[in-house]
């Protein structure tokens, strides 16, 4: 596992800093690379022990349906419903249970390239929160996130195999 | 009124061909005198009767087409063979004899090559190299499978006396297994163009279908020597030979088509002059591969396929806009048209007493054991490569797999390439080979889709995404990506990273034209469609208004610049703000002179409404991850492709980002991992002075106004950041863009569009790289760093702050 041999993240304290984060270079060509970074540390923490990081990661294990689910075992990280909860953090930075709109204009803004003005932007926003805002509060929750991708293939766009 | 015309013309041919045998008495006339008229049928025979053909097959497709409720149920392959059928019988009630069938000359050296061209120029590489380890599983294992145990059932079935009395040796029983095994991509593709599977599902069919070539011409071949060698000569060391053979026939094959698609990229890089018949060196190129293949006795249907790949992305960088849409609908026009012809020979070559020889037993169980062995074959190597795969294919989609397993057109050639001394049988062969052929296009075409449909299979994404999904779909592309560097991986993206440094480096520099190279920045690309589009609208304008007379009015012309995606025919301002009826609130206060200029969107997303289209704007300017995109292959439908290259932006705004935070953290404000809101409102000037930080790249950052997301570069930025920096590159001097320097509004007297206009064209001399990534030469910022001046401060020396901005 990348965390304590084969990846770029040195580490002999037995946790991580988002200073090593931001030492991997590609991090930095990648327009979410930061939010990616900052969803490894739970709210107000500052480090992320290897039990947290492999949680984080086990967000991206493929999907496996035939397992069988007894009302006892508790939900799997890499289940759809928490990759899907793990992107929709991606862009509720503030942890407040909805997309609202300029967090969504934040995400757009990293996103698109830099042609795009401003109007622009806030008139995807505003198309964006139109389609999937069910209940007209101007903000996305979390199920009108989950209903409105229904339709995407999770596990495909979602996993990475993990030396399996 | 078309059907009257083609029963004219079937009449005509039947006609005509009856005739020739008259003819041939008249030319032995003595001349008595000078005729005025002579009918010199033999002179020009041949070709007329091709032409006459490729006219015929053609107009059947005309009337199939005109009835698209018959074709949304039948294929048109399977009507097309139908009407072969038709038209051999009329030919044989003519003539009694079947003078036309599709002989293994004409269709392999005349009507196939192209067809294979056509599939690997358009092949969707992405597609087609992440899925290549089960192409080639199916390809080669599947095939000889098959060909094994179809081979070897039908001799075990004939020794149990099922057929009755037949002369068929195992040898030629594996020969026979051989030819009928393999999977046809001519059917392939005729008959799932009409049922847009989903990609993963199409290209492994396809792709099976392409490169099983290999196999069954080894297969083929080996079988071939063997039943030409007899029995009791083939012993072990004949069999290696035989097992070799398939190396050297598949990578040969395919090293062959390399060779011709480098060679002909790099022609296309010399035919500047010669723009109107650049298109046809790659005709001439990959036929040659084709030929050049098969004289090596190597696989020329690799040969062809791996040209058409290795070429693509070559000739459509280096060759003319024209010459490229030529090269396209040229390539469509001939396989379309091969496509076609072959269909309608199939059919005509079975109205042919002297091949059919019946043997109930004999076809049946060809039939039964060829759909049999499919199905097993595919899921027994489907339930081993799923171990490998991240996502597994799906039982249905496995079903489909085998399912589509059609055989066609090579298979019937091959047979009747059969040595009819040494396999008494032959006849019969070829017999069954026809029937097998038309079981699969037509029944298992013709089913095809209900299958699809009733199995609900997952169809190709043909109906537009939300934004919400296509958004979405980035963030899992980055999150993905970045996981993976985070993980240390060295997943498909590593290999694909890998590949790409390679091929910038090495084959870009050499294959492509230097006009091509610059092209690759896509902000030009960009730029250069908005200028195209610009010169169309203005035209277009000019017309509505009767004259360009509005042209001279100064203030129009700059509001004719002004790009915010909306019509162009409303450009003049006074009659904006009635006409539009956009109800985008933001959009009513005229932002003046926002230029030509290539940080605007480009113009495909401009609409007939008033609306911006957010998905057109999202399509084009969403960053596409490293791992890369959708693709469609179709017969009938021609994308372009565009390349993007954005590694630059991401990485100046993510380090502007970091700093901002940074600074903000420094400065007592918000915590770090908070991401600073820019509104429109947002008056406060940020600026960032260089620090030597960790996480600084090359350049300081101001960032002002009302546009924050537009980066303002000053010049002397260079600091050392061993993590980002590993080759001492000489940093890049900056200098403000213009069009960003002011933030002032309509007050400024020269419109910002012509000085950028002034600045260009940038000349390579001063063109500088912005960074050392090793994955792009090529720099987003040419345009501003074209005049700046050679020397560069590389000292760490504050810069004076920019203006104030002003108020907006």
């Given at each position: 596992?990348?965390?304590?041999?084969?990846?770029?993240?040195?580490?002999?304290?037995?946790?991580?800093?988002?200073?090593?984060?931001?030492?991997?270079?590609?991090?930095?060509?990648?327009?979410?690379?930061?939010?990616?970074?900052?969803?490894?540390?739970?709210?107000?923490?500052?480090?992320?022990?290897?039990?947290?990081?492999?949680?984080?990661?086990?967000?991206?294990?493929?999907?496996?349906?035939?397992?069988?689910?007894?009302?006892?075992?508790?939900?799997?990280?890499?289940?759809?419903?928490?990759?899907?909860?793990?992107?929709?953090?991606?862009?509720?930075?503030?942890?407040?249970?909805?997309i609202s709109r300029e967090e969504l204009l934040q995400v757009l803004r990293t996103m698109l390239e830099m042609q795009v003005t401003e109007e622009q932007l806030q008139s995807i926003a505003e198309r964006a929160i139109q389609e999937a805002d069910l209940d007209q509060d101007d903000a996305i929750s979390f199920d009108e996130f989950r209903k409105s991708l229904e339709k995407v293939d999770i596990d495909h766009k979602m996993s990475i195999r993990f030396l399996s | 009124?078309?059907?009257?015309?083609?029963?004219?013309?079937?009449?005509?041919?039947?006609?005509?061909?009856?005739?020739?045998?008259?003819?041939?008495?008249?030319?032995?006339?003595?001349?008595?005198?000078?005729?005025?008229?002579?009918?010199?049928?033999?002179?020009?025979?041949?070709?007329?009767?091709?032409?006459?053909?490729?006219?015929?097959?053609?107009?059947?497709?005309?009337?199939?087409?005109?009835?698209?409720?018959?074709?949304n149920v039948i294929p048109e392959s399977a009507l097309l063979i139908c009407f072969g059928w038709i038209l051999g019988g009329i030919i044989w009630a003519?003539?009694?004899?079947?003078?036309?069938?599709?002989?293994?000359?004409?269709?392999?050296?005349?009507?196939?090559?192209?067809?294979?061209?056509?599939?690997?120029?358009?092949?969707?590489?992405?597609?087609?190299?992440?899925?290549?380890?089960?192409?080639?599983?199916?390809?080669?294992?599947?095939?000889?499978?098959?060909?094994?145990?179809?081979?070897?059932?039908?001799?075990?079935?004939?020794?149990?006396?099922?057929?009755?009395?037949?002369?068929?040796?195992?040898?030629?029983?594996?020969?026979?297994?051989?030819?009928?095994?393999?999977?046809?991509?001519?059917?392939?593709?005729?008959?799932?163009?009409?049922?847009?599977?989903?990609?993963?599902?199409?290209?492994?069919?396809?792709?099976?279908?392409?490169?099983?070539?290999?196999?069954?011409?080894?297969?083929?071949?080996?079988?071939?020597?063997?039943?030409?060698l007899g029995g009791p000569r083939i012993n072990a060391v004949e069999i290696i030979k035989g097992?070799?053979?398939?190396?050297?026939?598949?990578?040969?094959?395919?090293?062959?088509?390399?060779?011709?698609?480098?060679?002909v990229s790099l022609l296309s890089k010399y035919t500047k002059n010669i723009q109107i018949i650049e298109p046809g060196f790659i005709f001439v190129l990959g036929y040659l591969s084709y030929l050049t293949a098969d004289m090596l006795s190597l696989s020329?249907?690799?040969?062809?396929?791996?040209?058409?790949?290795?070429?693509?992305?070559?000739?459509?960088?280096?060759?003319?806009?024209?010459?490229?849409?030529?090269?396209?609908?040229?390539?469509?026009?001939?396989?379309?048209?091969?496509?076609?012809?072959?269909f309608v020979f199939l059919g005509i070559s079975a109205i042919d007493k002297t091949i059919w020889v019946w043997n109930t037993g004999f076809?049946?169980?060809?039939?039964?054991?060829?759909?049999?062995?499919?199905?097993?074959?595919?899921?027994?190597?489907?339930?081993?490569?799923?171990?490998?795969?991240?996502?597994?294919?799906?039982?249905?989609?496995?079903?489909?797999?085998?399912?589509?397993?059609?055989?066609g057109a090579v298979a019937y050639g091959l047979a009747t390439m059969l040595d009819d001394q040494r396999i008494k049988e032959k006849k019969l062969m070829i017999g069954t080979t026809l029937i097998v052929v038309y079981f699969t296009v037509i029944l298992q075409g013709v089913t095809?889709?209900?299958?699809?449909?009733?199995?609900?299979?997952?169809?190709?994404?043909?109906?537009?995404?939300?934004?919400?999904?296509?958004?979405?779909?980035?963030?899992?592309?980055?999150?993905?990506?970045?996981?993976?560097?985070?993980?240390g991986q060295i997943g498909d993206n590593y290999l694909r990273g890998k590949w790409k440094i390679f091929e910038e480096k090495w084959m870009s520099r050499f294959l492509l034209t230097s006009e091509a190279r610059k092209k690759q920045d896509y902000i030009f690309n960009v730029f250069h469609q908005l200028n195209l589009k610009d010169a169309v609208d203005y035209v277009d304008e000019g017309e509505r208004r009767g004259s360009l007379e509005f042209v001279r009015n100064e203030s129009a012309f700059i509001n004719f610049k002004k790009k915010l995606g909306d019509e162009f025919s409303e450009v003049l301002p006074d009659i904006m703000a009635a006409a539009s009826d956009d109800p985008d609130a933001m959009r009513r206060d005229p932002v003046s002179s926002v230029s030509l200029q290539m940080h605007e969107k480009t113009m495909q997303g401009t609409r007939e409404t008033e609306d911006i289209d957010a998905h057109h704007l999202l399509q084009q300017h969403l960053y596409k991850g490293r791992k890369q995109h959708l693709h469609r292959y179709s017969r009938n439908h021609l994308d372009i492709n565009t390349d993007d290259n954005e590694v630059q932006e991401i990485f100046q705004r993510t380090m502007r980002n970091r700093l901002e935070s940074f600074k903000s953290a420094k400065m007592g404000l918000a915590p770090a991992k908070t991401i600073t809101k820019h509104t429109k409102k947002d008056?406060?000037?940020?600026?960032?002075?260089?620090?030597?930080?960790?996480?600084?790249?090359?350049?300081?950052?101001?960032?002002?106004?009302?546009?924050?997301?537009?980066?303002?570069?000053?010049?002397?930025?260079?600091?050392?950041?061993?993590?980002?920096?590993?080759d001492p590159d000489p940093m890049a001097p900056m200098q403000i863009p213009p069009w960003q320097a002011e933030d002032e509004p309509d007050g400024s007297t020269v419109s910002p569009s012509q000085r950028a206009q002034v600045r260009l064209p940038w000349t390579p001399t001063n063109l500088r790289r912005l960074a050392p990534l090793r994955i792009s030469t090529q720099s987003t910022d040419s345009f501003a760093q074209a005049d700046t001046p050679a020397s560069q401060e590389k000292d760490k020396k504050w810069p004076p702050p920019p203006p104030p901005p002003s108020d907006k």
């Amino acid at each position: 596992m990348g965390f304590n041999g084969t990846s770029p993240l040195l580490d002999q304290r037995g946790e991580l800093r988002p200073e090593d984060f931001g030492a991997i270079r590609e991090l930095s060509m990648n327009p979410i690379g930061d939010r990616i970074i900052s969803a490894f540390f739970s709210p107000g923490k500052e480090t992320v022990d290897f039990a947290s990081f492999v949680r984080i990661l086990a967000h991206f294990h493929p999907t496996e349906t035939s397992r069988s689910r007894d009302g006892v075992q508790p939900e799997p990280a890499n289940s759809r419903t928490r990759k899907l909860k793990f992107a929709f953090q991606l862009y509720d930075q503030d942890r407040d249970g909805k997309i609202s709109r300029e967090e969504l204009l934040q995400v757009l803004r990293t996103m698109l390239e830099m042609q795009v003005t401003e109007e622009q932007l806030q008139s995807i926003a505003e198309r964006a929160i139109q389609e999937a805002d069910l209940d007209q509060d101007d903000a996305i929750s979390f199920d009108e996130f989950r209903k409105s991708l229904e339709k995407v293939d999770i596990d495909h766009k979602m996993s990475i195999r993990f030396l399996s | 009124m078309t059907s009257a015309h083609l029963l004219l013309l079937i009449c005509l041919i039947s006609g005509v061909t009856s005739v020739k045998g008259d003819v041939a008495l008249l030319h032995q006339e003595v001349i008595t005198g000078i005729s005025i008229v002579t009918f010199k049928w033999n002179h020009v025979k041949t070709p007329y009767l091709v032409a006459l053909w490729i006219l015929v097959a053609v107009l059947a497709k005309l009337v199939i087409e005109s009835f698209p409720s018959v074709t949304n149920v039948i294929p048109e392959s399977a009507l097309l063979i139908c009407f072969g059928w038709i038209l051999g019988g009329i030919i044989w009630a003519a003539d009694l004899q079947q003078t036309f069938s599709l002989t293994p000359t004409v269709f392999f050296y005349f009507l196939l090559p192209q067809i294979i061209l056509d599939a690997g120029y358009s092949m969707p590489n992405k597609l087609f190299f992440t899925n290549l380890g089960g192409i080639l599983l199916y390809a080669i294992l599947g095939t000889v499978w098959c060909a094994a145990t179809l081979g070897l059932s039908l001799w075990g079935c004939q020794a149990g006396g099922a057929m009755g009395a037949l002369d068929i040796g195992l040898l030629q029983y594996l020969l026979f297994g051989s030819l009928i095994a393999a999977v046809d991509p001519v059917a392939v593709l005729a008959v799932f163009e009409q049922v847009h599977v989903n990609e993963v599902l199409f290209i492994m069919v396809f792709g099976e279908s392409l490169l099983n070539d290999g196999v069954t011409v080894v297969l083929f071949n080996v079988f071939d020597a063997f039943v030409k060698l007899g029995g009791p000569r083939i012993n072990a060391v004949e069999i290696i030979k035989g097992i070799i053979s398939f190396f050297v026939v598949a990578f040969g094959g395919s090293l062959v088509g390399l060779a011709f698609g480098l060679l002909v990229s790099l022609l296309s890089k010399y035919t500047k002059n010669i723009q109107i018949i650049e298109p046809g060196f790659i005709f001439v190129l990959g036929y040659l591969s084709y030929l050049t293949a098969d004289m090596l006795s190597l696989s020329a249907i690799l040969s062809v396929t791996f040209c058409g790949v290795s070429c693509q992305k070559y000739l459509n960088s280096n060759m003319a806009e024209s010459s490229v849409n030529t090269v396209r609908y040229v390539m469509k026009v001939f396989a379309n048209g091969s496509e076609t012809i072959i269909f309608v020979f199939l059919g005509i070559s079975a109205i042919d007493k002297t091949i059919w020889v019946w043997n109930t037993g004999f076809v049946l169980l060809t039939l039964f054991f060829t759909l049999v062995y499919r199905f097993i074959g595919t899921f027994i190597q489907t339930w081993w490569l799923n171990q490998y795969r991240l996502v597994p294919i799906a039982f249905i989609d496995q079903l489909i797999m085998s399912y589509g397993g059609l055989r066609g057109a090579v298979a019937y050639g091959l047979a009747t390439m059969l040595d009819d001394q040494r396999i008494k049988e032959k006849k019969l062969m070829i017999g069954t080979t026809l029937i097998v052929v038309y079981f699969t296009v037509i029944l298992q075409g013709v089913t095809m889709k209900p299958f699809v449909t009733w199995l609900k299979v997952k169809r190709a994404a043909v109906a537009e995404v939300t934004l919400i999904e296509k958004v979405q779909n980035k963030v899992f592309e980055h999150s993905l990506v970045a996981i993976e560097d985070i993980s240390g991986q060295i997943g498909d993206n590593y290999l694909r990273g890998k590949w790409k440094i390679f091929e910038e480096k090495w084959m870009s520099r050499f294959l492509l034209t230097s006009e091509a190279r610059k092209k690759q920045d896509y902000i030009f690309n960009v730029f250069h469609q908005l200028n195209l589009k610009d010169a169309v609208d203005y035209v277009d304008e000019g017309e509505r208004r009767g004259s360009l007379e509005f042209v001279r009015n100064e203030s129009a012309f700059i509001n004719f610049k002004k790009k915010l995606g909306d019509e162009f025919s409303e450009v003049l301002p006074d009659i904006m703000a009635a006409a539009s009826d956009d109800p985008d609130a933001m959009r009513r206060d005229p932002v003046s002179s926002v230029s030509l200029q290539m940080h605007e969107k480009t113009m495909q997303g401009t609409r007939e409404t008033e609306d911006i289209d957010a998905h057109h704007l999202l399509q084009q300017h969403l960053y596409k991850g490293r791992k890369q995109h959708l693709h469609r292959y179709s017969r009938n439908h021609l994308d372009i492709n565009t390349d993007d290259n954005e590694v630059q932006e991401i990485f100046q705004r993510t380090m502007r980002n970091r700093l901002e935070s940074f600074k903000s953290a420094k400065m007592g404000l918000a915590p770090a991992k908070t991401i600073t809101k820019h509104t429109k409102k947002d008056q406060q000037q940020k600026v960032i002075f260089i620090y030597s930080i960790e996480y600084m790249g090359y350049y300081t950052i101001a960032s002002g106004g009302s546009f924050p997301f537009r980066v303002n570069y000053k010049a002397g930025a260079g600091i050392e950041n061993p993590t980002f920096m590993p080759d001492p590159d000489p940093m890049a001097p900056m200098q403000i863009p213009p069009w960003q320097a002011e933030d002032e509004p309509d007050g400024s007297t020269v419109s910002p569009s012509q000085r950028a206009q002034v600045r260009l064209p940038w000349t390579p001399t001063n063109l500088r790289r912005l960074a050392p990534l090793r994955i792009s030469t090529q720099s987003t910022d040419s345009f501003a760093q074209a005049d700046t001046p050679a020397s560069q401060e590389k000292d760490k020396k504050w810069p004076p702050p920019p203006p104030p901005p002003s108020d907006k």
